[in-house]
């Protein structure tokens, strides 16, 4: 069963005072879990307990997350009058309506499309800024990140930082210890059922759901997807970690096709770095590379790697490492950057002696971006144009046609008049194409082949109308007649609504007969 | 179990279970532990489940399990569920006459979603699913009737049935002509010529001559000299071409050959249809909403019926 056995992967830390003193920098005798050297598949899961780094990279990292959270948080807050009768929630997807409402615009579900059209912006969006800047997503914006973040942030206020955290791995179960390990459970749970929490209000009014879930009035399907989003919550940011980049999220394999020689990357720049070791007081920094192998860079990195090994799909480019690098190469006296945000392109420049560029013009950025523009213009466009009166006609199937006494031919029809708007229309129907047409709909006033309609506010309206041709008007088997609804007045723009919904009438007839 | 030595696989280090074919070995790797979790899980669940819901067969009946739980109750308690809660819309189909409730959209809506329904559980069956009928089944989408198409009719008939048990049942009965000898075989083709040509049908002159006259003296009694037909005896109007007794394809395309024979067949054996009676299977008010379910296919006729098809049988006309 086992093979030969890895070497094992040292998860000690110590200060190594003592032996190095000079310039006070923190040593860690430690490799990477996830390093080169050690990777193998089925692999066991060895913990990693991220140190907490300081610098301008991390300062960013927090502002950011905290601005995403109270976007996510928030938003289901925000509200929106609308008058009378219809939600004043700000953004709401309203299932049991069938509506989803983003501030002015409402969108019925055959409105999908436009969804589609913002995936498909958020998807070109993200493929720029990756040609541009790397897995910045990854690094600051993805849920995962920020969550991880904010659950290592709760981690080290109640078990301390990476060394503390280790020596409690370490020890025996103490009251010390369960009270931590509980508190801190507790904690994550809460913040993954308020992650929950906060998820649900975007599909309900928030103010009223708040009050229904805390008196117990909430729907099972509430409470389900608390539950769900919590344990979701709770495992991926809790639990699994850097696991879901690494294993679970398609994005790092198909990143790799997003970038070029000239995206960033956090990058060890090796040409500068080596040959590492460890730096004694004293010593001359000729013959000898900056990096001192102090280790810092991986006993910050929460994804568990050397960043000197390369680059690797496991990385995030969170930058942390640089954030640390930096802060040792401030106390070692050397410039910072030995670990940057660097391309391809440059470190090839560097090495042949030619001066750095960095285009942010390029064929691929300019063709995502013109994309994006595409899209969004189109989008605009349907949107501006938009159809707030709409018909949709469905022909009876059984039977497809009735011969009637005096030898004419019936069709019957379902036609459902979509009306988009708040306000109750007076809309006229008529058939086109169809000369001597005779429409009848129960429970209306028809005159030959125009009728008068209501469509009810902002709803489907569905009328069932008979259409007879004379005998003497049928030729063919199928012929196309054409339902037409139109408005009665015009809208607020002038225009007045019409759409016109052809449709076969078939009539079993063949001109020979 | 024998004990047996180990195999280890050179390649990944793991022990083969010493399964071998062909030269390819099994190796003796673990369960994934999530999926080992999971199952254990299920074993943990079905433990609950038979604690909790009916599951053991003894020998006189079963375990009932703490929750009792029956998908028959569950369903009979949720029909009389939906009864009850349909009940106040059926009451009032039943307060007003057919042609107010036609008037109230809501429960016309409901009347004809009821019938709708019912139809297709207990009219289907003949009529088709889009009512649209078949040989020797009238079509209720068109206009053509036999005992009346106003919503009072078609109730009654719902009601009563055509030559059924019931004691009011719709009763005629068209003769045999050929079969018990009335007229010859000659003369059975001669009159069915002349139907084809009532019908607008390529008659062959001569023979519809012959026709016209056994039709006067066998046919008019009932079918109305006009070949119109009149409905206080069910009897058809034979101008419109829609024969209830042809396929309803040969009439759709209008293929007289086939026409002619179905006409022949029918003066021969005079054969009627059936429909059973649905008072003592159904509730007035179901058939209610059957009746204004069928009322509104597109064929139905009002009340007073000024513009008839059939003047002659509209003159003549009863309300039952």
């Known amino acids: 069963m086992d093979g030969s056995s890895p070497p094992p992967a040292v998860t000690t830390h110590r200060l190594i005072a003592a032996s190095a003193p000079a310039h006070d920098v923190e040593r860690a005798d430690v490799e990477a879990v996830g390093s080169v050297a ?28 905290g601005v995403l959270l109270v976007i996510y948080y928030a938003t289901p807050w925000i509200r929106w009058d609308r008058g009378p009768g219809r939600p004043d929630q700000a953004v709401l997807v309203d299932f049991a309506g069938r509506r989803f409402w983003f501030g002015p615009i409402e969108l019925w579900p055959q409105e999908i499309y436009y969804i589609t059209g913002l995936l498909i912006l958020a998807a070109l969006g993200l493929f720029l800024f990756t040609s541009l800047f790397g897995r910045v997503w990854c690094g600051y914006a993805c849920p995962q990140t920020v969550w991880t973040d904010l659950y290592l942030w709760v981690e080290r206020r109640i078990e301390g930082d990476r060394a503390a955290q280790i020596r409690l791995a370490k020890q025996g179960w103490t009251l010390d210890k369960i009270g931590k390990k509980a508190v801190k459970h507790a904690a994550w749970l809460a913040i993954a059922a308020a992650t929950g929490g906060a998820w649900v209000f975007y599909f309900g009014d ?6 229904e879930i805390f008196t117990g009035a909430a729907s099972p399907t509430t409470y389900g997807f608390i539950g769900l989003l919590t344990f979701t919550t709770y495992a991926l940011a809790g639990a699994m970690r850097e696991q879901v980049c690494t294993y679970m999220c398609p994005w790092p394999r198909i990143q790799a096709a997003m970038m070029d020689e000239q995206s960033l990357t956090v990058t060890y720049r090796k040409d500068r770095g080596e040959p590492r070791r460890a730096f004694r007081k004293g010593e001359s920094w000729d013959g000898r590379g900056d990096c001192i192998d102090c280790k810092q860079c991986v006993v910050v990195c929460p994804q568990g790697i050397d960043i000197r090994d390369g680059l690797q799909l496991e990385c995030i480019n969170c930058a942390l490492c640089i954030d640390a690098c930096d802060a040792v190469m401030e106390k070692m006296g050397r410039p910072k950057g030995l670990i940057a945000y660097d391309t391809d392109l440059n470190m090839d420049r560097r090495s042949k002696g030619a001066p750095e560029r960095f285009d942010l013009v390029r064929y691929r950025t300019v063709i995502y971006a013109l994309s994006m523009v595409g899209v969004a213009a189109l989008m605009l466009y349907s949107l501006a144009t938009r159809q707030t009166l709409q018909l949709n006609v469905i022909r009876d199937r059984n039977p497809a046609f009735v011969t009637l006494a005096d030898g004419s031919v019936r069709n019957g029809y379902t036609l459902k008049i979509i009306n988009m708007q708040p306000r109750a229309r007076d809309v006229t129907l008529s058939i086109e194409d169809a000369p001597g047409a005779v429409m009848t709909i129960p429970g209306a006033t028809v005159a030959g082949d125009v009728a008068h309609l209501r469509a009810a506010p902002d709803a489907v309206t569905e009328t069932h109308v ?39 009438f078939l009539s079993g007839v063949h001109d020979d007969d | 179990m024998s004990e047996h030595k180990k195999d280890i696989d050179a390649h990944s280090g793991v022990a083969t279970t010493g399964h071998e074919w062909d030269g390819i070995k099994e190796l003796d790797n673990p369960l994934p532990r999530w999926w080992l979790i999971i199952f254990y899980a299920t074993i943990a669940f079905s ?16 375990t009932h399990g703490v929750r009792n739980y029956s998908d028959r109750a569950v ?31 809501a429960l016309m809506n409901f009347a004809r979603a009821a019938g709708k329904a019912a139809f297709g559980d207990n009219c289907a069956t003949c009529h088709g699913a889009g009512a649209q009928g078949g040989k020797g089944y009238p079509n209720l989408n068109d206009n053509v009737w036999l005992w ?7 109730e009654h008939t719902i009601r009563v049935g055509i030559r059924s048990t019931h004691a009011d049942a719709r009763f005629s009965q068209m003769p045999a002509f050929g079969k ?3 007229l010859t075989e000659a003369q059975v083709t001669d009159a069915a010529e002349y139907v084809v040509k009532l019908a607008g049908g390529p008659a062959k002159d001569a023979a519809a001559v012959r026709g016209a006259t056994i039709f006067g003296e066998q046919c008019a009694a009932c079918h109305g000299a006009d070949g119109k037909g009149d409905r206080t005896q069910g009897a058809p109007n034979l101008t419109t071409g829609l024969f209830l007794k042809a396929d309803p394809a040969a009439v759709a395309s209008k293929d007289w050959t086939s026409l002619r024979g179905s006409i022949v067949a029918q003066i021969t054996t005079g054969s009627g249809g059936v429909m059973p009676t649905w008072e003592q299977r159904l509730d007035p008010a179901t058939i209610r909403a059957l009746a204004i379910y069928v009322h509104s296919l597109g064929g139905g006729e009002a009340t007073v019926d000024p513009a008839a098809a059939t003047p002659a049988a509209a003159a003549t006309n009863p309300t039952r």
């Open chain 2, 180 to 182: 018990d000898g009335l």
């Open chain 2, 148 to 154: 009346g198409g106003t919503l009072d009719d078609i």
């Open chain 1, 38 to 65: 050690y990777r193998k598949l089925y692999k066991k899961r060895e913990p990693i307990y991220p140190k907490a780094a300081q610098g301008v990279f991390r300062r960013a990292k927090w502002a950011i997350l």
């Open chain 2, 47 to 62: 433990v609950v489940y038979w604690v909790m819901m009916p599951a053991w067969p003894t020998l006189t009946g079963f």
């Open chain 1, 206 to 211: 928030a103010p009223t759901l708040v009050r």
């Open chain 1, 466 to 504: 008979f259409v007879a041709l004379p005998r003497e008007a049928v030729h063919e088997a199928s012929h196309t007649i054409t339902f037409a609804v139109s408005d009665a007045v015009a809208d607020a723009d002038g225009r007045i609504a019409v759409d016109r919904n052809p449709t076969a």
């Open chain 2, 75 to 105: 369903v009979a308690q949720e029909l009389s569920a939906l009864k009850a809660q349909r009940a106040p819309e059926f009451e009032r189909l039943m307060q007003v006459s057919a042609e107010q409730a036609e008037q109230d959209p």
